[in-house]
């Protein structure tokens, strides 16, 4: 049997675990180095130019979309927003996000809104089409080169994105609230490049996070929370191609389009609790955190991709953390490490009866290949940041830092079909160097904050229309009756390593 080869929880294209990945309550489970995107990484954070710290320091900015209970911290009505520019080098991604929300405080109650419009680049060649290597172009035949199938207008290029939250203090340091945030999704970024050959991709889905968070503050910089959530993906992606063969008849090639379905589903549900506490001397602070997330993925699309094959599969990952951090006039550092073991385990179903190579017979339905996946991640984040009085009421500050992702996993695999096993190991290395500069006065601020994350690869362009062949020149090149795969040698997309850079403009303004 011929495998389709899909991608095995590579959550690059995961809403759930981009949004949240890099502080703990949503785990991104990923088992090729994909570069993500930051496509979702358009949240305002008043810790993203020094590293990301969340452990052992609070971020007044983002802490209440993370646990809805930390709304309580704040204070009266404040409009705030965080317009947010991305992009992938080698023009493999990028888009612009315009976020803009309100918090209120009142008495015991508590909410925010947020709504945001993001539009994305577009990636691949200009027209969104097919085209032909330089073989076929100059084979001594008539060839009828395909065009597009799919509509890509402008709003197929745009998501919607809309937040709210709502909370009550109960007294004696005890909060509880509750959040929903909800995206319709016409594009996910890099989707595209991960069907070569297509003439286009057309999107469509939404996604939907929960979260009910409880805090308790115990005293100053004391706390412990608890956050229980739920994070629900469903993308459709019709993929179009054009099936080129020779008429020998007409004696000329004939284009027949053909459109392709394909679903991710993804349904995630964790639970997170955090502590933190001063030292005895007050300007240090320590904090802890265990994360769990179990992770059903009924549907994975089908890349073309040479990675572990998987038409489904689960995983239980979990997150054990400390930090470190201390705030003394005019310095703020901190340090996060975190060690995240992650067991998943995906397969393939066969689509008709296959013969096992021992004579048995495979029904449809059944599980032709497994993969079991064990992974011994490690995050370790480091930040400073300085801040400069200017005047009685105005302030700057300079903030530096950085992230290491480490990621080890060993796959064992079992192919049903063969009946042999394998094994095999994986690591490499994922490096973030943020910076930012805030500016604040009379309680309004302006911010600005960039990131800069490498060791990572998407499909690589060159010069010609954009795209990079890998052709075995050993093939013949030639005219015969079994379709364009005679004519055509064999090719592929090349994995290159790339660069992310994000860069956010985040203000708040107090009403009242």
């Given at each position: 049997?011929?495998?389709?080869?899909?991608l095995?929880?590579?959550v690059?294209?995961s809403?759930?675990?981009?949004?949240?990945?890099?502080?703990?309550?949503v785990?991104?489970?990923?088992s090729?180095?994909?570069?993500?995107?930051?496509?979702?990484?358009f949240?305002p954070?008043?810790?993203?130019?020094?590293?990301?710290l969340s452990?052992?320091?609070?971020?007044?900015?983002?802490?209440?979309?993370?646990?809805?209970?930390?709304?309580?911290?704040?204070?009266?009505?404040?409009?705030?927003?965080?317009?947010?520019?991305?992009?992938?080098s080698?023009?493999?991604?990028?888009?612009l996000t315009?976020?803009?929300?309100m918090?209120?405080?009142?008495?015991?109650?508590?909410?925010?809104?947020?709504?945001?419009?993001?539009?994305m680049d577009?990636?691949?060649?200009?027209?969104?089409?097919?085209?032909?290597?330089?073989?076929?172009?100059?084979?001594?035949?008539?060839?009828?080169?395909?065009?597009?199938?799919?509509?890509?207008?402008?709003?197929?290029?745009?998501?919607?994105?809309?937040?709210?939250?709502?909370?009550?203090?109960?007294?004696?340091?005890?909060?509880?609230?509750?959040s929903a945030?909800?995206?319709t999704?016409?594009i996910?970024?890099?989707?595209?490049?991960?069907?070569?050959g297509?003439?286009?991709v057309?999107?469509?889905?939404?996604?939907?996070?929960l979260?009910?968070?409880?805090?308790?503050?115990?005293g100053?910089?004391?706390?412990?929370?608890?956050?229980?959530?739920?994070?629900?993906l469903?993308?459709n992606?019709?993929?179009?191609?054009?099936d080129?063969?020779?008429?020998?008849?007409l004696?000329?090639f004939?284009?027949?389009?053909?459109i392709?379905?394909?679903?991710?589903?993804?349904?995630?549900?964790?639970?997170?609790?955090?502590?933190?506490?001063?030292?005895?001397?007050?300007?240090?602070?320590?904090?802890?955190?265990?994360?769990?997330?179990?992770?059903?993925?009924?549907?994975?699309p089908?890349?073309d991709?040479?990675?572990?094959?998987?038409d489904?599969?689960r995983?239980?990952?979990?997150?054990l953390?400390g930090?470190i951090?201390?705030?003394?006039?005019?310095w703020?550092l901190?340090?996060d490490?975190?060690?995240?073991?992650?067991?998943?385990?995906?397969w393939?179903?066969?689509?008709?009866?296959t013969?096992?190579?021992?004579?048995?017979?495979?029904?449809?339905?059944?599980?032709?290949?497994?993969?079991?996946?064990?992974?011994?991640?490690?995050?370790a984040?480091?930040?400073?940041?300085?801040?400069?009085?200017?005047?009685?009421?105005?302030?700057?500050?300079?903030?530096?830092?950085?992230?290491?992702?480490?990621?080890?996993?060993?796959?064992?695999?079992?192919?049903?079909?063969?009946?042999?096993?394998?094994?095999?190991?994986?690591?490499?290395?994922?490096?973030?160097?943020?910076?930012?500069?805030?500016?604040?006065l009379?309680?309004?601020?302006?911010?600005?904050?960039?990131?800069?994350?490498t060791g990572?690869g998407?499909?690589g362009?060159?010069e010609?229309?954009?795209?990079?062949?890998?052709?075995?020149?050993?093939?013949?090149?030639g005219?015969?009756?079994?379709?364009?795969?005679?004519?055509?040698?064999?090719?592929?997309?090349?994995?290159?390593?790339?660069?992310?850079?994000?860069?956010?403009?985040?203000?708040?303004?107090?009403?009242?």
């Amino acid at each position: 049997m011929a495998y389709r080869h899909q991608l095995a929880f590579v959550v690059a294209f995961s809403l759930p675990a981009a949004l949240t990945a890099a502080h703990a309550q949503v785990i991104a489970v990923k088992s090729a180095p994909i570069a993500d995107g930051g496509q979702f990484a358009f949240l305002p954070s008043a810790n993203l130019g020094m590293g990301g710290l969340s452990i052992a320091l609070a971020d007044s900015s983002l802490d209440p979309f993370i646990n809805p209970a930390k709304g309580t911290r704040l204070a009266g009505m404040r409009v705030f927003g965080s317009p947010t520019f991305f992009s992938v080098s080698r023009k493999a991604g990028g888009g612009l996000t315009l976020p803009v929300g309100m918090s209120n405080s009142s008495g015991a109650w508590f909410a925010q809104l947020v709504l945001g419009m993001q539009d994305m680049d577009r990636t691949g060649p200009d027209n969104g089409s097919n085209f032909l290597p330089p073989e076929v172009l100059s084979a001594n035949s008539t060839t009828v080169v395909p065009t597009s199938t799919t509509s890509d207008d402008d709003a197929s290029r745009q998501n919607n994105y809309v937040h709210g939250l709502v909370g009550r203090r109960f007294g004696r340091g005890l909060s509880v609230a509750a959040s929903a945030s909800w995206w319709t999704l016409n594009i996910m970024d890099g989707v595209e490049l991960y069907y070569p050959g297509s003439n286009g991709v057309r999107q469509h889905g939404e996604a939907l996070d929960l979260r009910l968070g409880v805090l308790k503050e115990l005293g100053a910089g004391h706390s412990f929370e608890v956050l229980a959530l739920h994070n629900r993906l469903g993308m459709n992606q019709d993929v179009a191609f054009t099936d080129t063969f020779w008429d020998p008849t007409l004696r000329q090639f004939i284009s027949q389009p053909r459109i392709e379905p394909n679903a991710d589903r993804t349904d995630t549900w964790g639970l997170h609790l955090a502590y933190m506490r001063p030292l005895a001397d007050s300007t240090w602070r320590v904090g802890a955190i265990l994360t769990g997330n179990w992770i059903d993925q009924p549907r994975l699309p089908s890349y073309d991709l040479p990675e572990v094959p998987a038409d489904a599969g689960r995983a239980h990952a979990y997150n054990l953390g400390g930090g470190i951090s201390r705030s003394t006039s005019p310095w703020t550092l901190g340090f996060d490490a975190i060690y995240e073991p992650i067991w998943s385990r995906t397969w393939v179903r066969a689509d008709q009866p296959t013969e096992a190579r021992d004579g048995a017979t495979i029904e449809t339905g059944g599980t032709t290949l497994e993969n079991q996946f064990h992974f011994h991640n490690g995050i370790a984040r480091l930040g400073f940041a300085n801040t400069v009085p200017i005047s009685k009421d105005q302030t700057l500050r300079l903030e530096i830092g950085g992230q290491l992702r480490a990621i080890r996993y060993r796959l064992e695999q079992w192919d049903a079909v063969q009946q042999s096993a394998s094994a095999s190991t994986q690591h490499w290395n994922e490096w973030t160097r943020t910076w930012g500069v805030s500016y604040r006065l009379a309680g309004a601020s302006v911010d600005y904050r960039g990131s800069l994350t490498t060791g990572a690869g998407r499909p690589g362009f060159d010069e010609f229309n954009g795209n990079v062949f890998l052709v075995d020149r050993a093939a013949p090149v030639g005219i015969g009756g079994g379709g364009l795969r005679d004519v055509i040698p064999p090719f592929g997309l090349q994995f290159g390593k790339v660069r992310t850079t994000t860069h956010q403009i985040s203000f708040s303004v107090p009403i009242r």
